[in-house]
């Protein structure tokens, strides 16, 4: 059995909602062991939408993951988190500011107790700064950025969410990258460190020339729809058959004259409104009429065979349902299923990295306090009287 590059790596996780429980996910799929901490007493976001062990959430969320109980609104349910932050490399969170600091869980008592460990923190605002306190759900976190600002169906139309879930995964899958780093750090120097991850300042790096537009030019851009500067046409247009969509993306005049070659209309490249892209940009609304009205003859996989055979950007707009039977997806095992005792096997989403030294085993998530006896006995060293007496007290709970 090859060796996962995150072998022997711990990580006591604290990390509740969305982007926090992937960000681990990535690492306990690289093979550390990430022992989540929770308890039936209040159950975390994931588990609380469904019965505990059902969730589909959180079964996609904490692949290959551990669970033990420990109710943290105790003395005794803090002194055994400090116990398995000993024997642990890193502790990681994603609740509000102040949160683990009043329960004597923050970095400068942490590091008391294990001089090297490595903590994530990841909140909405950030650990330092005026608005540090601030709390929000994706769609807060995409206002505070600035995104929505530039984002909508209408050029200059009203600002537009794009899901609350989206800035969650984006965060996520940027934090392996940090405590990566960090976990390098300390193998050369010996020196634990904190991370302060603000979600807020994930996001505002989605919108790289909106902020530089405005740094350099003092443009302060709104929505813009699917207008592209550099690009025209540059949409999604209806295709044949109801609710489907093609996107196509023309780069350059020479790409232009082939779509217009391929599209049967040849007429166009006779039309000042279009010979170039500036012309294209200032005609845009009339020149995705005429476009809509050629793939509207045809499906979308037609267009996009159609145009990817000429090297130009057109593709399918697909939906939940064509990317699970997508046959190349299913060639490179996208999707995995999983079996779990309670819910039977499921196909869930695989994480998007192939390694060719050490492939991804994958592994369901854990059954709530599945690794109590584990973690408490044989972890932290726990007689099996006090672990019976700590689950009467409801400590571990």
């Known amino acids: 059995m090859s060796v996962l590059p995150l072998d022997g790596i711990r990580i ?3 990390a509740w909602g969305l982007s926090g429980p992937y960000s681990l996910e990535w690492l306990a799929l690289l093979g550390a062991e990430v022992i989540h901490i929770e308890s039936s007493v209040r159950a975390g976001m994931g588990r609380a939408v469904a019965t505990p062990n059902q969730s589909p959430g959180f079964n996609n969320l904490n692949y290959a993951k551990k669970s033990c109980t420990i109710n943290i609104q105790t003395e005794k349910g803090i002194e055994l988190v400090k116990r398995l932050v000993k024997v642990s490399d890193i502790v ?3 609740f509000a500011y102040g949160v683990m600091e009043r329960r004597g869980l923050g970095y400068e008592e942490l590091k008391k107790i294990k001089p090297d460990i490595i903590v994530f923190s990841k909140n909405t605002m950030g650990s330092f700064g005026r ?19 530039v984002t909508g169906y209408e050029e200059d139309g009203v ?12 965060i996520g899958g940027y934090s392996p990258f940090t405590i990566l780093a960090a976990l390098y750090h300390r193998n050369k120097t010996g020196q ?63 790409e232009w004259k082939t779509f217009c070659r391929l599209s049967g209309h040849q007429e166009w490249l006779m039309d000042e409104r279009f010979s170039d892209l500036y012309s294209r940009q200032s005609n845009r ?35 939940v349902g064509t990317l699970v039977l997508d046959l190349h997806l299913r060639d490179r095992n996208e999707f995995v299923e999983i079996p779990h005792p309670e819910v039977g096997s499921k196909l869930m989403p695989a994480v998007p990295i192939r390694m060719s030294a050490t492939p991804i085993k994958y592994e369901r ?12 006995g044989e972890l932290i060293g726990l007689s099996s009287d006090e672990i019976g007496q700590l689950i009467e007290q409801g400590v571990i709970a």
Not at 159 to 170: A, H, I, L, V
Request: include cysteine; hydrophobic fraction near 35%; charged fraction near 20%.
């Open 159 to 170: 600002p537009q969410m794009m899901g609350g879930t989206w800035p969650d995964y984006t």
């Open 92 to 94: 990681a969170d994603s």
């Open 192 to 254: 634990g460190m904190f991370i302060d991850y603000s979600m807020c300042e994930g996001v505002i790096t989605m919108i790289p020339e909106a902020i530089m537009d405005y740094t350099m030019n003092g443009r302060v851009q709104g929505p813009r729809g699917n207008k592209d500067e550099r690009m025209a046409p540059h949409n999604v247009y209806h295709c044949k058959d109801v609710n489907t969509w093609v996107s196509i993306a023309i780069e350059n005049d020479e």
């Open 285 to 319: 609304k009339e020149l995705d009429r005429l476009i809509e009205s050629w793939t509207r003859e045809h499906t979308p996989q037609e267009v996009e065979e159609l145009l990817q055979g000429a090297g130009i950007a057109g593709g399918a707009v697909d939906n």
């Open 365 to 376: 998530a854990p059954l709530l306090g599945e690794h109590n006896e584990y973690v408490f």
């Open 131 to 149: 608005e540090r306190h601030m709390f929000g759900w994706g769609t807060a976190v995409i206002s505070y950025a600035g995104l929505s600002s």
């Open 12 to 14: 006591a996780d604290f």
